[in-house]
């Protein structure tokens, strides 16, 4: 079992070409191999894996083929934090007993797991490295698919490898001066579950941070293209707390001016530079 620490950003197909042409640019950058993915993934009739937080897939890149097991884990200063277990495969099937051998394993019939949606795209890799970390930065441009259905793709995520985990946020927050992008805590499995139509985020309960529950908040609104109620209040909320920056005062007026008047999120996040850099700006405070 490994342990991920991730940013991950969405983006236009022409946005994440520019960010590609900024960061091949910077110092102490290599370029990597572009692959195509083909990730099937799997859970019972019911649900039981995704009531669980867990995701399951088969991953085919060329001729080698990988099962990944992904909890959802923690959202922990701008960074998904979560458990990952990978197996190698022989082909495009399942390996019941390496699931059966992990915590996921228990309370679920495993025999009824059966594919239920699809995330196809090409990666590019590019590895950033300097005196503070070694970062891999992985731009995928594709489809999730689920029958006759698809969504786009269209994401960049930035993985610890090795090093501090602030140069996670610095390099998100020098992206986000460059073009657009929408720091998203929707997952590309949750993306895939709600294609499925089965699943639907709800909003975070009071106990969570009022901040953590922002960000929920604007990624719910991104997914379903509509702001909600418990969203308007936890913006407001923030907006005035006592010492919150008036910078960030005025980013919050604007986002609720702009939701108010009918911009969704997602428009938002692909026009303007501003709602990336105000969701950087925001986990660089360090609120809570």
Known sequence: MAEELEIKLSLTPVA?????EWLSAQTGV???????????????????????????????????????????????????????????LTGTELNLGLIADTPVGEGIN???LTPVFETNFRRRVVMLENAKATI????DQGTIEVGGRSRDLCELELELK???????????????????VFLNLISKAEQGYALAGLYQPSALPDSEPLVNRVFHGLARAWLSGSTDRELEADLDTLAARPGFPASLARDVTWLRDQLQAGE????????????????LALLAKGEE
């Open 16 to 20: 994440l070409n520019q960010a590609a």
């Open 30 to 88: 290599s370029i990597g191999a572009e692959k195509t993915l083909i990730n099937r993934y799997y859970d019972t009739p019911a649900g039981d894996l995704n009531h669980q937080k867990v995701a399951l897939r088969v991953r085919q890149a060329g001729d080698k083929y990988i099962q990944t097991l992904k909890t959802k884990g923690e959202f922990v200063d701008g960074a998904h934090r979560r458990q990952e277990w990978e197996w190698p």
């Open 110 to 112: 495993l025999a009824e």
């Open 136 to 139: 891999e930065c992985a731009l």
């Open 162 to 180: 090795e090093g501090s985990p602030d140069a996670l946020l610095a390099w998100a927050r020098e992206l986000a001066a460059q073009v657009p």
């Open 264 to 279: 969704s999120v997602a428009g938002l996040a692909r026009k303007s530079v501003r709602l990336g850099q105000f969701q």
